[in-house]
């Protein structure tokens, strides 16, 4: 058995559900995360699911870490434990302090996140369990997966880990549910999709629509939703005034599968990113992607050659983006980037990868 550890059922089913089918063929997998809007989904996806009960609107719950520990303890000792993203990590060592029961361990970090986000806050909150972080990751973690090596090199500085690091770019793209646009149809439509925080760029965002708000010949458009347990989120008063903002589409979550097709530019002016897994759908979708020029995003366009990487997310530099690509000026083969996208970020290819790890275990 193999336990997909997560402090969000969303993170077990938006990134992985894909994977879980395709790996079931040769592993029981079990999701340990909390109830959310996924649980039916998750339900069907994985062999179990058992509910870890944390409250993600507190940025660390201590009824979460001692109700993680009790979770721990009813799985036999040697167990393998994949857990997902930086914030599970810590709250996994903190529920295994003083706790003697031995599992294995694999860790992706998918992204550096708020601590890593040179807030003042985070860099406080970073420094003050850096001792803990240090003192305990060599002794409860066996393997780190990171998606880009800035991100391996950043963690492995502040942590001091010493054992087992892969790279492993992205979490595998189930390529054959998403529909294309046909390349030809222009509707001028442009999107941003991603959680509604400071990290991804939403204030960026907003302020590209602003200044093109006279151009009636496109239209701005949002999918996602705030995560207001969050620091870096909209809080609910801007939360209110982006939904009745004129120059703005909002649209809540959408099926990114279904819908993506239908629009023509996808900005994503995030801070920081694993292996942006939008940008691949995006891609592969047939969108141009004017995007911020960091680790996990300018792999991804400099290997597809589909879209455009602007420096330190400068707000003029996207709107130029945005009025050249509307002007036919850039030469674009989208059957070249979807085959890039298939040989090396498919379900297929990511999950192979993953099969070899875990045999290296059982």
């Not at 559900?17 to 999701?31: G, P, Q, R």
């Not at 993203?85 to 996994?92: D, H």
């Not at 010493?162 to 001028?188: A, D, M, Y």
Request: proline share 2%; glycine share 6%; hydrophobic share 40%.
């Amino acid at each position: 058995m193999i336990y997909f550890i997560a402090h969000s059922d969303w993170i077990l089913q938006r990134s992985r559900a894909d994977m879980v089918n395709y790996l079931k063929e040769y592993f029981n997998i079990t999701s340990i995360c909390p109830h959310g809007d996924s649980k039916s989904e998750i339900d069907r996806t994985y062999e179990n699911f058992i509910d870890w009960q944390i409250n993600n609107k507190k940025i660390l719950d201590l009824n979460g870490i001692l109700n993680l520990r009790k979770i721990l303890k009813n799985i036999e000792s040697n167990s393998l434990l994949h857990i997902f993203t930086i914030k599970s990590l810590f709250l996994f060592l903190f529920s295994t302090f003083f706790f003697k029961k031995k599992f294995q361990v694999i860790v992706s970090i998918t992204g550096l996140g708020f601590l890593f986000g040179n807030t003042l806050l985070g860099n406080i909150l970073k420094g003050l369990i850096k001792p803990f972080v240090n003192y305990k990751i060599n002794k409860k973690v066996d393997t780190i997966i990171f998606q880009n090596k800035t991100n391996y090199s950043d963690f492995l500085s502040y942590s001091n880990y010493k054992n087992n690091v892969k790279i492993i770019e992205g979490s595998g793209l189930n390529t054959e549910v998403f529909k294309q646009k046909e390349q030809q149809i222009k509707k001028n439509k442009i999107i941003f999709v991603g959680r509604l925080m400071r990290e991804k760029g939403i204030y960026e965002y907003l302020a590209i629509a602003n200044r093109m708000k006279e151009n009636k010949n496109i239209s701005f458009h949002i999918a996602g939703k705030p995560d207001f347990g969050n620091k870096s989120s909209l809080n609910l008063k801007e939360f209110e005034e982006l939904k009745n903002n004129p120059n703005i589409n909002y649209l809540g979550e959408i099926n990114v599968q279904e819908k993506l097709h239908n629009f023509d530019i996808l900005i994503q002016p995030s801070y920081h990113e694993g292996f942006s897994r939008v940008l691949l759908e995006s891609i592969y979708s047939g969108l141009y992607c004017i995007v911020n020029d960091i680790p996990g995003m300018n792999e991804i366009i400099n290997k597809t050659q589909y879209g455009l990487l602007i420096k330190k997310n400068n707000i003029d530099l996207y709107v130029d983006g945005i009025n050249n690509f509307l002007n036919g000026e850039y030469e674009l083969n989208h059957e070249y980037a979807a085959q890039v996208i298939e040989e090396n970020y498919s379900v297929e290819a990511i999950s192979n990868k993953f099969k070899e790890l875990y045999y290296e275990f059982i």
